[in-house]
């Protein structure tokens, strides 16, 4: 049950009456949900989402008369709540669900049209931990942030440094060659928020591993891209990694760090193919902690689960500089509070406070080699 003691009450709109059962069986598996109605398209689910006002609606993309995309444009509107949407592993899918994020979705979910293999368990728990999590943030914030004015706002405000008045250079004894930042359920958003802060001429490579399913970093990397004054692009095997040059690990990789001489590059495999996530944020940091030791910085951003717990401690170990974000900007604070409880975060920031964080740190740099 929620923290009112009711149920978190979930709207589920799917043209397909057998994703709709599906969907509501995977929901319902948790005795604090429950599917309180059902929409087959997008103009039905925008009629209820007024009249129900559910805590979480879930929404396929491809529906008759109003798609998935205009319906959750529609809702944050009228009648704004999280919207998680349940995407299918197409390249066109893949765009729309970027696109969905940009105008106001809490998360997506990517679906197996089958529901025959055995991810259909990892699925189901995806499912309801991002109902469970989107249903805490609706209540922690007020609708109206939620909104495509504010959402516009949001990135808007994004546009200069925000630099913190932290004392960096003299808490640094090595300071940062390397940035590497690791995020999952809410990550989206946040990146989108915090890499178009970063100004031109950053002098080192940034690497990123964000939580997403094949198919999906290509057109998120070309979005970041449009929003910053750093080139964002998804990530190439052997290729030299370039300051000022922000990279997201191509989701079905583990991206490891390799320095050669001065310079380092991306090396790109499956194995460990058992990791829970691939590619995984604790594989990233695991390497560049061990081939730059204190000079690589670690920022764990929002995120459910433990992912880059090992690769923080690696970094801190090392002499490295640890950043977490703080709970109260988490969209889920788990990958931070793993961290920080773990004690190995020197430093915790609300998410707008990281960039200049970071452009401290590599201005240090910049400083001590003149």
Partial sequence: MNDTGNFIRVLVVDDSAFMRTALRRM??????????????????GVEKAIQLRPDVITMDIEMPRMTGLDALSRIMDVAPCP???????????????????????YDFLSKDLSYASLDIVRIKDDLVDKCKAAARLSRRRPASASS?????????AATAPAIPKSMLRHKLIHVPQIVCIGTSTGGPKALQRILPMLPM?????IVIVQHMPPGFTE?????????????????????????????????????RIVRKGTSASAQM???????A??????????????????RAMGVILTGMGCDGLQGMTAIQRAGGYTVGEDEQSCVVYGMPRACAEAGVVRTVLPLDNIPGEMVRAVEATTAARA
Avoid at 201 to 205: E, I, K, M, V
């Fill in 27 to 44: 929901i319902e598996s948790d005795p604090g949900l429950r599917v309180i109605d059902t929409a087959s398209d997008g103009i039905e």
């Fill in 83 to 105: 919207v998680i949407m349940v995407s299918s592993l197409t390249r066109h899918h893949a765009e729309a669900t970027i696109e969905a994020l940009h105008r106001g979705a």
């Fill in 148 to 156: 495509p004015a504010a959402q516009r706002n949001s990135i808007a």
């Fill in 201 to 205: 001429g950053f002098p080192a490579p």
């Fill in 219 to 255: 057109p998120f990397a070309r979005r970041l891209d449009s929003l910053c004054h750093l080139h964002v692009k998804e990530s190439e095997p052997n290729e030299t990694l370039q300051a000022g040059t922000i990279y997201i690990a191509r989701a079905g990789e583990h991206l």
């Fill in 269 to 275: 495999s499956v194995d460990p193919a058992d990791s």
């Fill in 277 to 294: 996530h691939i590619p995984s944020v604790d594989v990233m940091m695991l390497s560049a902690a061990a081939q730059f030791s204190s």
